[in-house]
């Protein structure tokens, strides 16, 4: 049966008229006022229509550029999701703002970092061949249970103290690629690569794929690194149809913790070795690649779009003669002083940094209310400013560790702006870029694990929506994510 309810709503919205009249004892007693109001006319419209009025209305008063049924959001409140095309400044425009002092790296200032960096990982590997080797011989542990227990715990904690302290070495490594820790190109390339070679990475391979992640920031086709799932609108497929398998098996709330969980372990453990060996997380656009191997493991699906092109397949020949040598060093050391020695020593901190490396790079470009785009609607200057900035000065008390990373997270912005900002400049290049361009600034105060955690439960696929793709989370509810 049709709705036939009547509702009585305003057709205009004449504002009430107040009439004042003075009284004749003005002078000697308090001004007395009389109001005459004018109603406005009235007529019945259905329920229906009413809500067909009420709907309208909210589409013309948001500020949002797409269908926002089912997005969540982050600390930034969607802040992305409100740019129009008009929006964005000119790349020149983006570069001006920053104070000229910024672009101009000094040599001496960057090698001071990097002796913090180079003395604190020689402290904690120091500590851990001369300490707790002797107390602990990972090769002796399993002779033991309790021993097995109380061993573990403390070269668990070795490895993630040494490789925290170490990632630091990898942020000023990321410098040299960019042009931004030295004017003396040769000093800064072999910096570069034998900081990259020491951590299994090729620096000249990195140096090119990481040179196309920041001109296709956040580009679903062409994007290095952390491209998204597309969804065609089916929760039945891919990841939206794993993570809602695990929740038919665990329900609701638990399943979608089971499927973080998962999420978290395969980015952070598993992530960065797929990354470097089949572009895992790559734009499909470029095929499977290999930074080891200069061709492209599958047919790009335009030549012009190879990783590798031209002059870039011999320097990824060069880069891994370094790799060799460090590959070869870590074997001979395995054999000598056994597996588990070497993990200990070199393999756990190892998977610490990787692990960092994937928190800065997932967490810098990916949020539930971050959109991508494809190659009609994408530009250099889109991926700049869908950069996001977070607060890992917040992430110990005494904020080390983003002291210790070169506060490659704070001000990670400004890097997308211009890449060949040294770290120690790169605050006042923030700050700059706050001031010129708040509105276009995207800053996350969530704290680091919850963003994280968020991020793990809700950056599954995305759909097409307008001119942008957006996180599909409308089967889930926001106090879970």
Known sequence: MKKIGVLVVAASTTTSAFQTTKSPLATTSRARTTSRIQQPPFKAVTIEQAEQLSSQKEEEESPFQVDMTGVKFSGMNG??????????????????????????????????????????????????????LPLLPPTELLSNPLLAVFGTAVWSTYAAVTGTVAMGLWVLAHECGHGAFSKNVALQDTIGY??????????????????????????????????PEPSDGSKQDGSLGLRQFYQSVGGEKTGLRAYGALQLFLHLVIGWPAYLWIGATGGPDRGMTNHYYPNPLTEPKFAKDELFPNKWKEKVWQSDIGCVAMGVAVLGFALSQGFATMMALYGLPLIVVNSWLVIYT??????????????????????????????????DPWGAIDFLHHQIGTTHVAHHFASNIPHYKAQAATDAIQENFPDMYLYDPTPIPQALWRICKGCVAVEKRGDRWVWQNEDIPKQLL
């Open 79 to 132: 802040k992305a999701l409100t740019w129009k095309d008009e929006d964005y400044p000119s790349a020149t425009e983006l570069r001006s703002v920053i104070p000229k002092d910024c672009f101009e790296p000094d040599t001496a200032t960057s090698l001071k970092y990097l002796s913090v960096s180079v003395v604190g990982t020689a402290v904690c590997t120091w500590i851990g061949f001369n300490v707790l």
């Open 194 to 227: 034998i900081l990259h070679s020491f951590f299994l990475v090729p620096y000249f391979s990195w140096q090119r794929s990481h040179a196309v992640h920041h001109k296709f920031t956040n580009h679903m086709d062409l994007g290095e690194t952390h491209v």
């Open 362 to 395: 997932w967490l810098q470009h990916t949020d539930v209310d971050v959109p991508h785009f494809s190659r009609e609607e994408h530009n250099f200057v889109k991926g700049a400013l869908h950069t996001i900035d977070r607060p890992y000065n917040t992430l």
